[in-house]
């Protein structure tokens, strides 16, 4: 059994992604030939932005979006506590200070109370500008953006929607990547709507900005001259080969993965949430489930029970062991445990169960038995 099956789902789209790739190399167009405005036009238009601006992964996304907007030195980011690295990441490496924020424990996304917290802590210290918020959009599931964009216009800050996780997510609706000023999203092979190889996406309703992205991803050059550049840019195009496996699996996940996958989602739930803490999707909610996430009682139980399903040759993940405060690339903001309850209590109680569109319901069956037992 696989965590997340990519091979499955290629099977099923087999003759479409063929002869895209053998398409692109017949073309020899490699670097923005035309799958990537084609995939471009597509995605703006299902998530409902202007423009989509293709890049070379999730990680650049979040940063070329901050970037565009001149976040940088002396500029405060906040963003959650309980993600992956590049949530934070993308604000160092420009030379703003992240400012880590504490999860609601139920959807394991930033909590807008903490968030409101942690901007007049800022503020009160008097050293740093709250510029940005990144919610992250974790495991499939949007964060709560109906608080979290009243308390940006209360303090006149930036949302930058993290969305690497969160593609085909949506609240009352409106889907994921339409949330933000500027929304970020990843095609690494095993998100949502994954590529075969790294990839990611920008969304923006702003002209202006689309326009500063698309210099930005080619070095900073001017759009009359490519040879004249009129900032520093980065080298961060979406590879015309990734665009073209993407078009294929971009119609099946809009055409039914989404559904599939939160039909597997409702199975896991109806046979689990008697006996741990499966996940919480609040109404008006859809998650895409790039994770299924459940929470055992302690770290003990956890434990075992993942050595049990490894035992049966299940694989589960533990998403994630420690939250940005506890790694070494931020030792030096000495955070403390104390101020971050949610992360700490998730990172010792989560375990992910093997989650995909085309997980066979035996398959799932096998992975609910197991997991009942070991309990
Ligand atoms: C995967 C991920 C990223 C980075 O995407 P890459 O394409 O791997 O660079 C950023 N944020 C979150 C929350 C992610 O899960």
């Known amino acids: 059994m696989q965590f997340r099956d990519l091979h499955a789902q290629y099977e099923a789209l087999k003759p479409e992604i063929d002869t895209g790739i053998q398409a692109v190399i017949n073309s020899s167009a490699f670097i923005l030939g035309k799958p990537v405005a084609e995939l471009e036009e597509k995605l703006a238009a299902y998530v409902g932005r202007k423009h989509c601006v293709g890049v070379a992964n999730g990680t650049e996304a979040l940063q070329l979006a901050l970037m565009a907007y001149d976040v940088g030195p002396g500029d405060a980011v906040f963003t959650s506590d309980f993600t992956y690295f590049a949530s934070a990441g993308c ?8 400012v880590l924020v504490d999860i609601d424990l139920d959807t394991f996304n930033m909590s807008p109370a903490a968030l409101e917290r942690a901007i007049q802590k800022t503020l009160a210290e008097g050293k740093l500008k709250p510029r940005v918020i990144i919610p992250v959009d974790l495991f499939g599931l949007p964060a709560n953006y109906p608080e979290i964009k009243a308390i940006a216009r209360r303090y006149d800050l930036l949302i930058l929607e993290d ?82 496996i993407l078009l294929p699996k971009f119609k099946a996940f809009a055409d039914y993965e989404v559904d599939a996958v939160n039909r597997v989602a409702e199975r896991y739930t109806a046979a689990l949430k008697d006996k741990v803490v499966t996940p919480t999707v609040p109404a008006g909610y859809l998650s895409s489930w790039a994770q299924y996430t459940v929470l055992l009682p302690d770290r003990k139980t956890r434990d075992r029970v993942q050595a049990a399903l490894k035992e049966q040759g299940i694989p589960s993940m533990v998403y994630y062991p420690r939250g940005l405060h506890q790694q070494k690339a931020y030792a030096w903001m000495r955070l403390s445990d104390t101020d971050y309850p949610n992360t700490i209590e998730a990172t010792n109680r989560v375990l992910s169960l093997p989650m995909h569109p085309y997980l066979k319901p035996e398959d799932q069956d096998t992975v609910i038995r197991a997991l009942l037992e070991a309990l």
Do not use: H
């Not at 604000?91 to 992240?98: L, N, V």
């Not at 889907?175 to 923006?204: E, H, M, R, V």
């Not at 900073?220 to 080298?235: F, L």
């Open 91 to 98: 604000a160092s490496i420009i030379g703003a200070t992240p």
């Open 163 to 244: 969305a690497a996780q969160g593609f085909g997510g949506q609240i009352d609706g409106k889907l994921a990547c339409s949330f933000g000023d500027i929304s970020a999203t990843s095609f690494f092979p095993a998100k949502p709507l994954g590529c075969y190889g790294d990839g990611g996406a920008i969304f923006t309703d702003d002209d202006a900005i689309d326009a500063r992205l698309r210099s930005l991803r080619a070095s900073g050059k001017s759009p009359e001259d490519k040879y004249d550049n009129r900032e520093v840019g980065m080298n961060s195009r979406l590879d015309t080969l990734q665009a073209a």
